[in-house]
């Protein structure tokens, strides 16, 4: 079986259609641990619930490659978990909060104020779809986020109700594990969960949901639990992250505007894992031409520095008192400065287009691979921009999820050179969170990987 290559200094691919401004080599600190004996220490003294998808460990990274501490190199079409659009350490992101260090690392923004925090909400404002006046809150993690916006709406509205979706995923916090529509892993044995929650149908062509069965469930769901003037506010991925990469119809989200105009409910686009270019526009719903009243940021927004935020109405964002918003580490500035920085290399590279042009090749490569490697087996390829998935099955008649030989092309791709990271309900998807600077050769040898992964996880069945 083929290890991946080891080399210790190679920077950003030199052909990359994205050349870095500066190049940065980082130094790498040679160590007598190996993988073998970090998971024996990790295993020992972290805690069992936090899961790795490799037993590998990083001892540095560059754009979309990563390299473990035996110096074995990887290709990361994982993003640590898509945060790194603008791939892992990209020059301007490191330039920026190494600047931001030299000054001050943190004040809390609750007692002494800093301007990097004022200019990240202004960004923020003006990105956001709508031409409303608006106002953004920025925190830690993308489930503090989704926490406040629910706290928002709810001050906002003077109603208690929220409402998510099947397979939905909001964070494992105790009020988005609520709202997370998945039970294994994520909400097992740790109930009960905070009430006033509840859950209406994803349309989803695998359970023959269309959008007309979604909404049918909506409006049974105003009908049997949720009365519709009790609820604060409706809460949707624009594309399904840990659920499947599955694309809300725009028909449904068009829909779902109504509604909450039509009963004065709170309409909150959770973009933490679909914004910042990933599908090929700032936030997911742009392309369903809907405007929310509030969305929750997070992952992309700063090259991999932990930020998150709530941006929304400027009324509705204010309906808190002061005091009633924030936390000890909220907008951290060098976070603050990272996601600035991030943002401005995803306009500066053109990566929204990059995003577009990427989702092109990989569906033609997919499609490809599939009619080659796995004929009947590669069920679905959806997604919109590079945020993309291809959907394992035992074969075509029966659709049967095939989460083994999902987890088999991981586990292969892993030992050849390639991250890769599943999703779905049924865990049968592969998701692509690759960083939009690769270039096309990273991606085409990250692709030929994946053929042979899956070569072998079909051999292997
Ligand atoms: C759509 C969505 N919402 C919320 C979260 C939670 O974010 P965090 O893990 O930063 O708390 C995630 C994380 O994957 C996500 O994908």
Redesign the pocket.
Known sequence: MAKPAKTKTKARAAKSVNKPQISIVPPYEETSETNASLLARREAAVARGVASAAPVFAARAENAELWDVEGNRYIDFAGG??VLNTGHRHPKVIAAAKAQEDLYTHTSFQVVPYEPYIALAEKLNELAPGDHAKKSLLVT??????ENAVKIARAATGRPGVIAFTGG????TLL?LGMTGKISPYKKDVGPFPSDIFRAPFPNQRDGITVKDALTGLQNLFLTDAQPERVACIII?PVL??GGYTPVPFEMMRALREICDQHGIMLIA?E???GFGRTGTWFAIEHSGVVPDLI?V??SMAGGYPI?GVIGRAEVMDALLPGGLGGTYGGNPVACAAALAAIEAIEEEGLLARSTEMGEMFRKRFAEIGARTAPYRMWDIRGLGAMLAVEFVTDFESAAPDAALTKSVVAHALKRGLILLSCGMHGNALRIMVPLTASDEIIDEGMTIFEAALADAIADT
Not at 169 to 172: A, K, L, Q, S, V
Request: proline share 0%; net charge negative.
């Open positions: 978990i898509a993690t993308g489930a503090e986020a989704v995923y909001h964070g494992r988005t991925e992250g840990e959770d933490i894992q679909a929750t997070a992952k998150a």
